[in-house]
């Protein structure tokens, strides 16, 4: 199945590589599409549990859903995140 969710602290492009990189460590998801014009991550997932752990993974790098809580923790999460992605972007 596939579903787009809209997630929080998504800025640039590297937010958008660290996603596209890290969410296909996550089994059952594939097809990973980051707009960071509308703040929203695409995938097709294979069960229920693959959606919530791809969810649990957007979380874990400091993008959670808007509808979901956006800590301190969560921000300072997305902002390393986001460094990395660029980094790793700019050396591919």
Avoid at 8 to 19: R, S
Avoid at 23 to 41: A, C, H, K, Y
Avoid at 75 to 89: D, L, M, R, V
């Amino acid at each position: 199945m596939k579903t787009t969710l809209e997630i929080q602290n998504l800025k640039c492009g590297g937010c958008a590589h660290t996603i596209s990189t890290k969410m296909t460590d996550v089994s059952g998801i594939d097809n990973v599409l980051v707009s960071v014009e509308t703040s929203e991550v695409s995938f097709n997932y294979e069960l229920e549990t693959d959606l919530l752990a791809a969810k649990q993974k957007l979380k874990s790098l400091g993008y959670p859903e808007v509808d979901t809580e956006n800590s301190m923790v969560s921000k300072a999460k997305s902002f390393i995140s986001c460094a990395t992605g660029k980094i790793a972007n700019h050396d591919s």
